[in-house]
């Protein structure tokens, strides 16, 4: 029972602790005041963590190499987007998939619960600030961002061992239902004005490029090889484990201009749904450089180099080339410094040995599912080591377009499956070599009047005349080799003459 007694009682006591706060406050130094604080909080804090059934693990956005956002940080924001949407009261919101869908994420400090097996967990978003900058409207490398898990401790084997495991295998596959894909280039990206995002070397846009593997013309069985193969790798994880190898895969692409190469690496793209990483060779400064870009590729993705006998002198002829330069700057050291004056460009360092380190060296298994990709118009120019089977896996040879690759452009451009037409231009495309762009280009109707048949002419036209003009070629190469030779007949005899 409550009595008089009880309350004066704590009336007293009450009045004491005032007391003794008011002298401590007043009279005790602040320096010993705050020593006492903190360590009363610290102790406080362990001494409730101990009685605590609760358990917490944070993961932080950038964990100890400061320019790699911790992969795991991305998976946990995908996966709690979902929850985000249904209970936070704050949420931070980015544009996904051509900007037609959201992806919500926990405004700071905001909590949800999650449930898996019957198992209750709760996440929260933080967001740290350092002090000398609590307020700054841009995100600044002060700030810390890191997601907080807590469940109860008789859940930490259970949470440890299925639930983690199960929200990274769920995250990752939203990720990759949800992410808008990317293409990157290193193009212009070292100068001295160049300010990488968070320091990585790549910058990129969003990927959209429309090409399908129904769309390109080539011969149905080649196509169906390479659809094959690319489903068969992207399942491949397991066996190339069990084999020892990285997971990656070498495609080179050659054949004349126009042929479809680079609209075969989208298709490659758009079919895996990869990122693509398009590598300007010319543009690293050496190897080094190299190696530092291929580090930062991501996985999933295809990295792609354009051209590349043109790119740099990888035909094996480099060292000689050298070689014979360094011989003429002895033989000519006066001529050399005018040279230098007159400023001869300093290119790209990188070596062919840089390359084929770059492809499968050591440092090429630091991720995982990825396609190199070579495209070339002169496959005689590149070395064999640099193209040989396992390096570049599998070669396909883009041609001239033939009768099977037109039905495709036909149905593609004209919606045409068959047409009296057809068999003409079968024929002459089998007796004329036109890529597939310049069908493609004269299939194209340029106004709302023309008719498909009229398209169709227009093609026959232009076949019909790339073909007389292969049949004057070789008259008008057999004259001018005459004339040469007439030529050099007479200055023989004019030399004679002379003598
Ligand atoms: N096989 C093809 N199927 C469908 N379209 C094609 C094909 N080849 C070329 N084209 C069309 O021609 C255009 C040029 O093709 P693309 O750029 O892919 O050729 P390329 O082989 O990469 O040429 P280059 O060697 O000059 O880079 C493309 O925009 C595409 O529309
Ligand atoms: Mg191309």
């Not at 212009?188 to 004005?193: E, F, L, Q, R, V």
């Not at 968070?198 to 070397?201: E, K």
């Not at 118009?377 to 064999?384: A, F, I, S, Y």
């Given at each position: 029972m409550i009595t008089f007694d009880m309350f004066s009682q704590f009336g007293s006591l009450l009045a004491s602790l005032m007391f003794f706060w008011a002298m401590y406050q007043h009279y005790l130094p602040s320096k010993i005041r705050e020593a006492i604080e903190f360590y009363a909080s610290r102790y406080t804090h362990k001494l409730v963590n101990y009685f605590s059934p609760y358990l917490a693990i944070t993961f932080a956005?950038?964990?100890?190499?400061?320019?790699n956002r911790s992969e795991v940080y991305t998976t946990i924001e995908t996966y709690l987007s979902d929850k985000s949407s249904m209970e936070a009261r704050s949420m931070k919101a980015d544009y996904i998939k051509d900007g037609k869908s959201l992806l919500l994420s926990l405004g700071n400090n905001e909590e949800v619960v999650d449930q898996y097996c019957g198992v209750q967990v709760r996440w929260s978003f933080i967001t740290e600030y350092s002090s000398s900058n609590p307020y700054s409207f841009y995100p600044t490398s002060d700030e810390k961002r890191y997601y907080r898990l807590v469940f109860h401790s008789r859940h930490r084997k259970f949470v440890l061992d299925s639930y983690l495991p199960y929200l990274l295998e769920e995250g990752e596959s939203i990720a990759i239902r949800k992410r808008r894909r990317k293409l990157f280039t290193n193009a212009?990206?070292?100068?001295?004005?160049w300010m990488g995002d968070?320091?990585?070397?790549w910058s990129h846009i969003e990927f959209k490029h429309p090409a399908r593997f129904d769309m390109l013309a080539m011969e149905k069985s080649k196509k169906q090889m390479i659809i094959e193969d690319l489903q068969w790798f992207q399942e491949a994880k397991h066996y190339y484990a069990e084999i020892g190898k990285p997971w990656k895969r070498g495609y080179l692409l050659y054949g004349p201009?126009?042929?479809g190469k680079s609209t075969l690496v989208a298709a490659m793209a758009n079919l895996l749904e990869y990122d693509i990483y398009?590598?300007?060779?010319?543009?690293?400064?050496?190897n080094m450089q190299l190696r530092k870009l291929l580090i930062e590729t991501s996985s999933k993705s295809i990295i792609l180099i354009e051209d590349i006998d043109c790119s740099?002198?990888?035909?094996?002829q480099r060292n000689k080339k050298k070689a014979k330069e360094e011989d003429n700057r002895e033989k000519d050291p006066i001529k050399n410094p005018i040279q230098e004056a007159e400023g001869e460009k300093k290119g790209s360092e990188v070596t062919l040995s840089g390359l084929l380190n770059f492809i499968?060296?050591?440092?090429?298994?630091?991720?995982?599912?990825r396609i190199i990709v070579f495209t070339t118009?002169?496959?005689?120019?590149?070395?064999?080591a640099l193209i040989r089977r396992g390096r570049m896996d599998v070669h396909v040879e883009m041609s001239y377009c033939r009768y099977e690759s037109f039905k495709v452009l036909a149905k593609n451009?004209?919606?045409?499956?068959?047409?009296?037409l057809f068999e003409t231009i079968g024929s002459l495309l089998e007796e004329t070599d036109m890529t597939p762009a310049d069908v493609a280009e004269n299939l194209?109707?340029?106004?709302?009047?023309?008719s498909k048949e009229t398209c169709l002419e227009n093609l026959i036209k232009a076949l019909e005349k790339v073909k007389e003009e292969s049949k004057l070629k070789p008259k008008k190469e057999a004259t001018s080799e005459q004339d040469k030779e007439e030529k050099s007949h007479d200055s023989e005899d004019r030399n004679q003459v002379e003598t």
């Open positions: 956005e950038y964990t100890n190499d400061r320019f212009g990206n070292d100068g001295p004005d968070r320091g990585t070397m201009p126009g042929t398009d590598l300007e060779l010319t543009a690293v400064k050496d740099l002198d990888l035909t094996g499968d060296g050591i440092w090429s298994a630091c991720g995982e599912e118009n002169h496959m005689e120019k590149l070395d064999p451009y004209l919606k045409l499956e068959s047409h009296p194209m109707p340029r106004s709302v009047k023309i």
